[in-house]
């Protein structure tokens, strides 16, 4: 019988924790801050922006948000950043990809201070990532392992595919898994033979971005199949990148979409947020 999932349930769970977490931080007198930065006005970012603004508020996290004009200069947002990291309330700093045109994303990434780095987009958390010498990790691989671990799938000595190498997604997923002793094979866009390599996993992660992409036949009986792709079908319906009818009848376990991936990823993100503010206090985590 394959069991699904349930990142909405498991999400709640981490929130839970995290709002505890708040809630003692706030007992020795400091509130977690987060700053989020959204330039134009892109309505996937709008919704995203929202999102994690109302996942802050819930679990007692501060936030302020800074919603520049699409025409706003690489110069200025710069600066914004720099404010934002000389600030002792603003633990957090979250600039919202995609930028509009023109403007450079990896140098404002470069400028946010590493310690207030909650995607763990600088190149410092990412290299951290790579020694295992981290405090901070990228909030959708991060939300994958705690699925994982909280449905009580073993990762060590596992066959991992991970199908994507984005630097957001498939690269640091295919590092986590590494950590924790999986055996781990990245697949791409120039793979050969994709389907037979994703028929050798006992956990396969997906991350490609393309509906129903991961059919039956790419599945070992028996597989825990993660599914991270956000993708609108023919009818403007959300789903992943994996057949999901046909794929659940022969995986171990599954996550849906929506309701698997896509919940852990803001949870996450406040347990970052957390994180961060701990460290800028001298706290350990
Ligand atoms: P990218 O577009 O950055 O990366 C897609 C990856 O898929 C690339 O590495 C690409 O290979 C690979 N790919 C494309 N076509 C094929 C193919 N035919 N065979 C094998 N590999 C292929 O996407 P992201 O990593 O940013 O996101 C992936 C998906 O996850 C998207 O649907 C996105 O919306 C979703 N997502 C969901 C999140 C969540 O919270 N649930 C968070 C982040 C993303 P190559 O490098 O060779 O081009």
Redesign the pocket.
């Known amino acids: 019988m394959t069991k699904l999932i349930d990142g909405k349930h498991i999400s709640a769970l981490v929130r839970q924790a995290v709002a505890k977490e708040v809630m003692q931080l706030k007992s020795q007198g400091i509130t977690p801050g987060m700053a989020v930065v959204i330039v134009g006005d892109d309505p996937a970012s709008r919704i995203y922006v929202n999102n994690k603004k109302k996942a802050c508020a819930e679990v007692g996290i501060y936030s302020e948000e800074y919603a520049l004009p699409a025409d706003t200069t690489q110069e200025a947002l710069i600066a914004l950043v720099q404010e934002l990291n000389s600030r002792s309330d603003i633990h957090g700093i979250l600039v919202q990809s995609p930028l509009p045109k023109g403007l450079d994303e990896k140098a404002v990434v470069e400028t946010i201070d590493p310690r207030k780095d909650v995607d763990a987009f600088h190149a410092v958390n990412v290299g951290k990532i790579m020694i295992g010498d981290f405090h901070f990790l990228p909030?959708?691989p991060a939300?994958i392992i705690e699925l994982l671990d909280r449905s009580g799938i073993e990762i060590e000595g596992k066959r991992c595919v991970v199908?994507?190498?984005?630097?957001?997604?498939?690269k640091p997923m295919a590092m986590l898994l590494l950590h924790r002793n999986g055996t781990v094979t990245i697949?791409?866009?120039?793979?050969k033979q994709?389907a037979e390599i994703c028929r050798e996993a006992d956990i396969l992660v997906a991350?490609?971005?393309?509906a129903n992409?991961i059919t039956a036949d790419m599945v070992k009986p028996g597989a825990v199949v993660i599914d991270?792709?956000?993708?609108r079908n023919e009818n403007g319906k959300l789903c992943?990148?994996v057949d999901f009818a046909a794929v659940q009848e022969i995986a171990s376990y599954i996550t849906p979409?929506p309701g698997?991936?896509?919940p852990?990823?803001i949870a996450m993100l406040m347990k970052n947020a957390v994180s961060a503010a701990k460290i800028q206090n001298g706290l350990s985590l």
């Open positions: 909030c959708t939300g199908v994507g190498r984005s630097n957001i997604v498939g697949c791409h866009s120039r793979t994709l991350a490609v971005g393309k992409f991270v792709g956000m993708n992943g990148d979409v698997g991936v896509g852990m990823t």
